[in-house]
C-alpha cells in the first residue's frame, strides 16, 4: 500500500532563517506530488505540483520553492522565512491517471511558526 | 476559479441532517470531497465524474449536476465522528489540478 510521510511534524523558526521540508512517498512510482499551504482557519493553497523529476509548476509567486529530486521525494524550501510563510504545510500526491488521477492523498503536515 | 461552498459553517445535534454545496462558475470535469478534522491532514471522501452520478460513503452521499455545475454533500443521520471542516475540490479539464473550496466547518454535537 502507498504511504507518505512528511516531516517535521512541527517547526519553529526566526524570521529570516532558511527553510527545509521534506515529503517521500511509498509504494508507487512517478506520482503527481503537490504542497499545499492552510493558514489557520482558511482554505488549502495550492503552493507547487510537479508531474515528474524536475518539473515543478509554481502556483503562487512567494519567497518559496520546491525541487523534486527523486521520483518521489518532494522539497519545499526557502532562503529568508517572512512572518507570513507561517502556516499549516500539507503534502499530497495522487496517481496522475486513469480517472481517479486528481485523488489527492495527504500526509500529516508541518506546522511552521515563523517569530 | 475557486469553487464557493455553502453554507460557511453548520451545527447539529447527533442523528441531524445536513447539506454542503458547492459552486462554480465554470464548467466542471469532476468534484472531489474532503474531510478534515482539527490539526489533521484532509481525507478523501469520494469523487464524482460528470455524468451527474450520486456516490456514498457510509451515510455521506453527494450528487453532481453538471448543468449548474455544482455538487452537494449529503450527512444522513449525523454522529459525533462527522465533525470537521468538509473541502470540495474541484477539476475544470481531464488534465486539470484539483482546486479547492474555502470549507465548510460541520459540529456535531450529542
Known amino acids: 500500500s502507498q504511504t507518505i510521510h512528511q516531516w517535521p511534524a512541527t517547526l519553529v523558526q526566526p524570521v529570516g532563517s532558511p527553510l527545509s521540508l521534506e515529503c517521500t512517498v511509498e509504494?508507487?512510482?512517478?506520482?503527481?506530488l503537490y504542497w499545499y499551504r492552510q493558514a489557520a482557519g482558511r482554505g488549502l493553497q495550492l503552493l507547487f505540483y510537479s508531474v515528474g523529476i524536475g518539473q515543478i509548476s509554481s502556483e503562487v509567486p512567494q519567497n518559496l520553492s520546491a525541487s523534486r529530486p527523486q521520483d518521489r521525494q518532494f522539497i519545499l524550501s526557502s532562503k529568508k522565512l517572512l512572518l507570513s510563510d507561517s502556516g499549516f504545510y500539507l503534502c499530497a500526491w495522487s496517481t496522475g491517471q486513469g480517472v481517479a488521477k486528481n485523488i489527492q492523498y495527504f500526509g500529516a503536515g508541518t506546522r511552521l511558526s515563523v517569530l | 476559479q475557486q469553487p464557493v461552498q455553502s453554507p460557511q459553517a453548520v451545527i447539529l445535534r447527533e442523528g441531524e441532517d445536513a447539506v454542503i454545496n458547492c459552486s462554480s462558475s465554470k464548467a466542471l470535469y469532476s468534484v472531489h470531497w474532503y474531510r478534515q478534522k482539527h490539526g489533521e491532514a484532509p481525507v478523501f471522501l469520494m469523487i464524482l465524474l460528470k455524468g451527474g452520478e450520486q456516490k456514498g460513503h457510509e451515510k455521506i452521499s453527494a450528487s453532481f449536476n453538471e448543468k449548474k455545475q455544482q455538487s452537494s454533500l449529503y450527512l444522513t443521520a449525523s454522529q459525533l465522528s462527522y465533525s470537521g471542516t468538509y473541502f470540495c475540490g474541484t477539476v475544470f479539464s481531464n488534465t486539470g489540478k484539483l482546486i479547492f473550496g474555502q470549507g465548510t466547518t460541520l459540529q456535531v454535537k450529542p
Open positions: 509504494g508507487t512510482s512517478n506520482p503527481n
